[in-house]
């Protein structure tokens, strides 16, 4: 199931305040796992649900860019190698998985907002 980015907000806003009784959130079952999901869980599940790769880095993607991890929207291979990601999928790299997974969550988050509204 597809988290809405409304549900996401609101599991982020639920870990932080220790209430999980919200029955919309329950529904989200895979995206909550458990009560001891944090909210850096959260954003990521969220991510990798609208089709993001989170985790270890493919090296032909923003090869100008050190670091061990990535963040990136969905990509063909057709569309690799890319030196800083102006020429293909919209990628971050680093060494701070952590990290990145915020930074990509506030980009994701304000393209949504920006589309959803248009």
Not at 6 to 18: C, D, T, V
Request: glycine share 8%; aromatic share 10%; with cysteine.
């Amino acid at each position: 199931m597809k988290p809405t980015l409304n549900q996401a907000h609101r599991a982020i806003e639920a870990r932080r305040n220790g209430v999980w009784d919200d029955p919309d959130l329950q529904a989200l079952g895979p995206l909550l796992n458990s009560v001891a999901a944090d909210v850096r869980e959260i954003k990521r599940l969220c991510l990798l649900a609208y089709g993001y790769e989170v985790g270890k880095r493919n090296p032909q993607l923003n090869t100008d860019f050190k670091g061990a991890y990535m963040v990136a929207e969905s990509y063909e291979d057709s569309e690799l190698p890319t030196r800083d990601g102006s020429n293909g999928p919209w990628c971050i790299v680093g060494d701070d998985l952590d990290n990145l997974i915020d930074r990509a969550f506030d980009v994701f988050d304000g393209f949504v907002i920006e589309n959803e509204y248009r």
